[in-house]
Nanobody, 123 residues
C-alpha cells in the first residue's frame, strides 16, 4: 500500500507560480513512476504531467507544456510540480498518483491517489 499526500495548493493571481509537493509513504516510492492530474468542477480528470521512476523521462499535457515542470527526489519520497505563469483555466483540484512502472498519461493506469490539493487562479 502507498499513501500519497499533496500540499502546496492555494489562491494566486494569474501569472504567479506555485509548487505542489506529493510525499509518498508505504511501499517503495523510488521504483514507481508518478503523475499529476487535475480536475475542475464539472470537467473530467485531466492529465498534467508524469515522470519515470528515475526522473529521466517526463510527459506533459498540452495545456501545461512549457509552463509546468515535474520533478522528483527519491531520497525524500517526494514528487513536485512547479507551476509557472498560472492562468485562471489552471484552477482545479490537483491529484498526485503513483504505483505504476511506467509514466502513463492516462488515469486508469495508476493504482494509488492522493486526496488532492486545491489550486485557484484569479484573473
Amino acid at each position: 500500500q502507498v499513501q500519497l499526500v499533496e500540499s502546496g495548493g492555494g489562491l494566486v493571481q494569474a501569472g504567479a507560480s506555485l509548487r505542489l509537493s506529493c510525499v509518498a509513504s508505504g511501499r517503495t516510492f523510488s521504483n514507481s513512476a508518478m503523475g499529476w492530474f487535475r480536475q475542475a468542477p464539472g470537467k473530467e480528470r485531466e492529465f498534467v504531467a508524469s515522470i519515470s521512476w528515475r526522473g529521466g523521462v517526463t510527459y506533459y499535457g498540452n495545456s501545461v507544456k512549457g509552463r509546468f515542470t515535474i520533478s522528483r527526489d527519491n531520497a525524500k519520497n517526494t514528487v513536485y510540480l512547479q507551476m509557472n505563469s498560472l492562468k485562471p483555466e489552471d484552477t482545479a483540484v490537483y491529484y498526485c498518483a503513483g504505483g505504476i512502472q511506467l509514466p502513463y498519461t492516462t488515469a486508469e493506469h495508476y493504482n494509488y491517489w492522493g486526496q488532492g490539493t486545491q489550486v485557484t487562479v484569479s484573473s
